[in-house]
């Protein structure tokens, strides 16, 4: 058994030269399986809850100095989510501001095609994780920039299919 640990700490925190917070979120994703268990074609992302408990949203932290954006975006979703997977191209970058401290952040978000769901994860005792389809997390979701995120990987993914289903025709 192998012994994960969330990293805590500003530290290593990387700021942008206005000064506001760089963070890095991921929509975990997968296929929901048949009744044979074969990968179907229903999309559903996973969400978690906040430290709080009460906010549901994607796994999202600081973007830390010793990392690739990638890097972090994995980190992410596997403190906060258990969930271990292959990063996606960027699917954007988005200035908001922070509740708790009401200045601009700076968030960029991933697509996170999950491999593996852990049984136990850092932040397993802090957080819920569920599994929802896309219109569940669109209408759960706190975070306008989130939901945003997810309508980009949407549009991608069924892009992506239609041109699979192209291919495959010719």
């Not at 669109?138 to 892009?159: G, P, T």
Request: proline content about 2%.
């Amino acid at each position: 058994m192998v012994c994960l640990v969330s990293r805590s700490g500003r530290e290593l925190q990387r700021y942008n030269n206005m000064g506001g917070r760089q963070v890095v979120g991921c929509i975990p994703y997968r296929y929901k399986e048949d009744i044979n268990g074969n990968m179907g074609n229903e999309l559903e992302v996973l969400v978690v809850s906040s430290q709080k408990g009460h906010a549901l949203m994607f796994p999202k932290g600081g973007w830390e100095l010793d990392e690739s954006v990638e890097e972090a975006a994995c980190r992410e979703s596997l403190e906060e989510a258990g969930v271990i997977g292959k990063v996606e191209c960027e699917l954007g970058q988005w200035n908001f501001i922070s509740k708790r401290h009401g200045i601009y952040y700076e968030g960029y978000m991933f697509p996170l095609f999950v491999k593996e769901q852990l049984d136990h994860w850092p932040e397993k005792n802090l957080r819920r994780r569920i599994w929802m389809t896309v219109a569940q997390a669109r209408e759960v979701c706190q975070h306008w920039w989130m939901k945003e995120a997810l309508d980009i990987l949407v549009q991608r993914l069924d892009s992506s299919n239609q041109q699979k289903n192209r291919c495959s025709m010719g």
